[in-house]
């Protein structure tokens, strides 16, 4: 008999009814897609902290990525700030670490940045790729160090089934100021482990 979505427990009822505080995602199909390909694969306890850190990175990826848009716009901008003259001076204004700490944004290198990695995803080496993401961030952001998961090269994990959902994650948004403003990253947690 074949499994449909409501035959699988995720754990949350949350995740069940694609719900979670009350209110609805708008991506929760993408969000049971992701657990999806995982699925079968390993133990729910597992797949839900590849899925879970990969989001966290997607997070902070996207509100440094919004946030180093904005400074670009702003140094060619004549009387911002900001505003630089040549191309080179642009550049560094929007690579200054400390633009991004003064508004609570996460610096993101740019070999951890969610682009970065997604142009990679198809690679085999993408788990080893997404290990040295998480140690990057961690070592530019003291208060994340030793809390992101830095397994995902790791033989049992599939790294087709990861590129996989590299690529899906990518098509969600969650770190622009709209979605840190609902708390998305919160909500996206609970769907997985309330």
């Given amino acids: 008999m074949a499994k449909t979505k409501a035959s699988y427990n995720t754990g949350s009822k949350a995740g069940r009814k694609g719900k979670a505080n009350g209110a609805n995602l708008g991506f ?3 969000l049971w897609q992701a657990a999806d390909k995982l699925r079968g694969h390993m133990d729910a306890a597992e797949y839900k902290h590849v899925v879970l850190g990969l989001i966290f990175l997607k997070y902070i990826s996207d509100a440094f990525q919004e946030r180093h848009a904005w400074l670009l716009r702003e140094a060619g901008r004549p009387g911002s700030e900001y505003y630089v003259r ?3 001076g642009r550049y560094a204004v929007a690579e200054d670490r400390d633009e991004y700490l003064a508004e609570n ?3 993101v290198p740019p070999a951890a940045r969610w682009p970065h990695l997604q142009d990679r995803a198809k690679q085999p080496t993408i788990g080893k790729l997404v290990d040295e993401a998480m140690d990057a961030i961690e070592k ?3 208060s ?4 992101l998961p830095k397994d995902y090269a790791r033989p049992t994990l599939d790294k087709q089934r990861l590129g ?3 690529d899906l994650v990518g098509t969600i948004g969650l770190g622009d100021e709209a979605s840190r403003s609902k708390d998305i990253l919160g909500r996206v947690y609970e769907y997985f482990l309330v």
Avoid: A, Q, S, T
């Fill in 28 to 30: 929760e199909e993408k």
């Fill in 86 to 88: 040549d191309e080179r």
């Fill in 105 to 107: 944004v996460f610096w």
């Fill in 140 to 142: 530019e952001n003291v």
């Fill in 144 to 147: 994340l160090k030793g809390v």
């Fill in 164 to 166: 996989e959902l590299i």
